[in-house]
């Protein structure tokens, strides 16, 4: 079964190994959905993808210094989200390297 | 009757009007809930509050630069939330202006 899981994170980006995690996570996210924000995530997934996607974020940040959130929000999700404002515009400055 | 929103949000912060409009966005989600990342509030509300808070804080943003988005968890989200990482230290070092 396919469900919305909500992708949230903060990632420290005082140094370059921070600035380098950011990317990959943002990388390996898009790999399972669609950016909404510069740090959020949604994403349809099934459970084993779910619990992949659980495992292969929390090896890329550093436990110490960032924050990871996952919310589910199941498959009835597309009247329990409101939008206002300006729809992201995701200029990827940066190479998104891997 | 009691429900969980999550609010999440990108204010362009380029420049001085923007980094008031994120400060008191911010300072608005703080009387309603809990910050949980930096540009991420967990709040409890009801029906009446959460249309309040969507008012306050789409009058607060400029919706050509900046995005917001709700996502209305319900009151059954406990086992739907998964944090990974640090807990969120929130030193506020600039004043919250409002």
């Known amino acids: 079964m396919i469900?919305?899981?909500?992708?949230?994170?903060d990632v420290n980006t005082e140094d370059k190994?921070?600035?380098k995690r950011l990317r990959k996570v943002a990388?390996?996210?898009?790999?399972y959905g669609l950016r909404v924000q510069n740090s959020v995530f949604e994403c349809n997934v099934n459970q084993k993808e779910y619990v992949e996607l659980q495992?292969?974020?929390?090896?890329?940040?550093?436990?110490?210094?960032?924050?990871?959130?996952?919310?589910?929000?199941?498959?009835?999700y597309k009247n329990?989200?409101?939008?206002?404002?300006a729809k992201p515009s995701f200029v990827v400055t940066e190479p998104l390297i891997f």
């Open 55 to 76: 495992h292969i974020l929390s090896n890329e940040i550093d436990e110490s210094k960032d924050s990871l959130r996952f919310y589910l929000l199941g498959n009835n």
């Open 80 to 85: 329990k989200i409101i939008h206002i404002g």
């Open 27 to 31: 990388k390996h996210c898009l790999n």
């Open 3 to 9: 469900m919305m899981v909500l992708i949230t994170y």
């Open 17 to 19: 190994a921070g600035r």
